[in-house]
């Protein structure tokens, strides 16, 4: 009896060794993913946003909060967003922060996906009424596009349990609230003031994500901070209108100086380079290609006007069909993807002006007589060493050379070189010796 109660003691203690593991999976420390973005909702927005919903996915974190504060952005850009959030495991929560920070047009969208949706104080939401972007749509064609976004809105709001009657007027009416009025019309989960408070009203929260309900527990929780890295700031910076606008100009003027001085070489890299980093700006942006027609005829109409005789008209008419053209180039109904007119009208004149004193200054360059190497020789004058016929010697420059001549002239007297025929100079009386004798 008493080995078979030792028995039954080591099985217990075995049994409660084996739950060890589990206790310390238990155990594991809680984190909650934060990330920051501050601008136009565009292709790299939804990669920065994307990439950091599958890290907090892979770390099984409590939650990833997405501070947000955007004017708005791309459609496609967005619904990659909604997508990712929607086949996430981990909770989304979206946070309109810090005060004064917004969530409009593609942001709201974005908000109502959210598993919970947080603002600041002195936060607004709203006007998500769809823009046009490469031109104006026709009545029925708008209608289409405001019904599609409605429904598509209708179905995030019933999805989270928000208010849809709401969520369709910031569609069709462009209605915006202020964080109270979201709180109270059903619109967010709650308010916090700052970062610290938001993660205390999360602790206990519960929520529904793709693999079932979910608790968020961030009491304790170890924060992660995910700025964006050094790559998609870049590519943020050269996805701003203004900047590939100006990329696209610096890669027309290197070009340009490569083909007016061959061999030069570095204008042609940096044109080359900065042409091609435009290019790829113009993937992430609704280009207008008619817009970027009209810059190139501007260039042309400046190049144009050096050569022949305009008067100034092919100069103004590229000034014209450049500005046109930039305001054309991206676009939209939205002023985050525009170009700004304080951009566009000095690089319209600065344009001008740098075609019209560069390539002039080529064309007198072109036209100018040579001053060295033996063309340029041709007009200048000289002695004769030697008496000069069909043949005899003239010092042109210090130098002696063979030379020959139509008319005799002599020993001593001044010569001028008409022609340079191989190491042969053809010269004559230079004209003024020829008037003193007349």
Do not use: C
Not at 79 to 92: H, Y
Not at 124 to 151: R, S, Y
Not at 228 to 251: C, E, H, Q, T
């Amino acid at each position: 009896m008493k080995w078979k109660g030792e028995k039954a003691f080591v099985i217990l203690v075995f049994l409660a060794l084996s739950f060890l593991p589990s206790a310390h999976a238990e155990a594991k420390p809680r984190e909650v993913v934060v990330i920051t973005y501050d601008g136009v909702i565009n292709p790299v927005a939804s990669q920065y946003i994307d990439e950091n919903i599958t890290y907090a996915n892979a770390r099984d974190a409590q939650a990833l909060i997405v501070q947000l504060d955007t004017p708005g952005g791309l459609d496609s850009s967005m619904r990659r967003i909604i997508k990712a959030i929607n086949r996430s495991a981990v909770p989304i929560v979206t946070y309109v922060a810090p005060n004064g920070a917004r969530a409009a047009s593609a942001g709201v969208f974005i908000t109502l996906a959210s598993h919970v949706a947080a603002m600041a104080p002195e936060t607004n939401i709203g006007a998500a009424h769809p823009v046009e972007i490469g031109g104006k749509l026709g009545k029925t064609m708008q209608e289409k596009v405001t019904n599609d976004a409605v429904a598509y809105i209708k179905s995030i709001a019933a999805l989270r349990g928000r208010n849809q009657q709401w969520a369709e007027q910031a569609v069709r009416q462009s209605i915006s609230s202020t964080a109270s009025e979201a709180l109270e019309n059903g619109v967010v989960n709650l308010i916090a003031p700052n970062l610290d408070s938001l993660l205390e009203k999360l602790d206990g929260w519960k929520t529904v994500t793709v693999s079932g309900p979910r608790v968020i527990r961030t009491r304790g929780a170890k924060v992660i901070l995910r700025p964006m890295g050094f790559r998609l700031k870049l590519l943020s910076i050269i996805s701003d209108p203004n900047v590939a606008y100006i990329l696209m100009l610096l890669g027309f003027y290197g070009i340009f100086f490569e083909i007016l001085s061959p061999g030069a070489v570095l204008p042609g890299v940096i044109g080359a380079i900065s042409l091609i980093v435009a290019f790829y700006s113009f993937q992430m942006l609704p280009v207008n290609y008619a817009g970027f027609i009209l810059v190139l005829l501007a260039i042309v109409m400046f190049v144009l006007d050096v050569k022949m005789a305009s008067h100034g008209a092919l100069t103004v008419g590229g000034i014209i069909s450049m500005i046109i053209g930039s305001m054309m180039l991206f676009e939209t109904g939205g002023p985050f993807l525009t170009l700004s007119l304080s951009v566009v009208v000095p690089a319209a004149l600065i344009t001008a002006l740098f075609f019209f004193f560069t390539v002039r200054l080529a064309v007198k360059a072109r036209r100018r007589k040579p001053v060295t190497g033996i063309e340029g020789l041709k007009g200048e004058t000289g002695v004769a060493s030697t008496p000069v016929n069909s043949g005899g010697m003239v010092r042109v420059h210090g130098e002696l050379w063979s030379a020959w001549s139509e008319e005799p002239v002599g020993q001593g007297e001044e010569i001028e070189v008409l022609q340079v025929e191989g190491l042969r100079l053809k010269v004559r009386k230079a004209q003024k010796q020829k008037e003193s004798r007349g």
